[in-house]
Each structure stands twice: as structure tokens, then as C-alpha cells.
């Protein structure tokens, strides 16, 4: 969604509205510019219109804070602890537990869909 935003950053605002989430957003650098602008007409407005995802975290941050700063929030979101796992009913405590999480990863995904391969991941 974001490189679709890219391209044309005034018609994609019109035709999605906030509240808006927009994931893997470090491939369109030019919306951190463009929402800065938005913010910056509307200061006193809603707080939270804008939700960006990525998973390139450091060209993600850099971005926010050339543009952003002083009006974002930044959550960074971590793999299942093993205690997190560990706890999920259907994984009984075992000798093999470590094992079985090491091989099929921390991925929350992984453990709520346990059909999938964790070679997806």
C-alpha cells in the first residue's frame, strides 16, 4: 500500500481518509513528508489519524525523526518470550520445549496456526 501511496500522495489521502494504518511504509519515504504536512495544518486535531507499520526498523526511524519528531509514537513490537509461548495451553512443559521453540521460531503466527510451517516464516 505504501508504494501505491507513493506515487500519488494528494489522491491517496483523498481517497483514504484517516484514520488510516499503512504497513511497510520505509519504501515510501515521501508520506513522512506528506503527513507532516497534514499534522502540521491540523495541530489540534485527532491524535492517532496516522498508524505506520514497517519492518525495516532503522530506515523506519530514521525518516520519523527527520520528519516526524514530536508528533509520532514509536512501538517496537518483539517476537513471543518463551514464557509467553510457554504458557499457551497447548504446549504441555516438557523436556523438549526449548528445543521446539528453537526450531519453530517466536513468531505469534506460528503459534496460533499450528499447521503452518515454520519454514515460512
Known amino acids: 500500500m505504501a508504494e501505491k501511496a507513493e506515487q500519488n500522495l494528494d489522491e491517496f489521502f483523498r481517497n483514504n481518509p484517516s484514520p488510516l494504518i499503512i504497513d511497510e511504509v ?20 485527532i491524535m492517532g ?3 505506520l507499520a514497517g ?17 509520532s509514537v514509536i512501538l517496537e513490537l518483539e517476537n513471543l518470550s518463551c514464557s509467553e509461548i510457554l504458557s499457551e495451553p497447548f504446549l504441555e512443559p516438557a523436556d523438549n520445549a526449548l528445543q521446539l521453540i528453537m526450531t519453530r521460531g517466536q513468531f505469534p503466527e506460528l503459534w496460533m496456526e499450528q499447521n503452518l510451517p515454520s519454514s515460512a516464516f
Do not use: N, T
Open 26 to 45: 520505509q519504501y515510501a519515504p515521501g508520506l513522512f513528508r506528506h503527513i507532516k504536512r497534514l499534522a502540521g495544518k491540523d495541530r489540534h486535531s
Open 49 to 51: 489519524r496516522y498508524v
Open 55 to 71: 519492518s525495516q526498523i532503522y530506515s523506519l526511524m530514521k525518516e520519523v525523526s527527520d520528519s516526524l519528531a514530536g508528533r
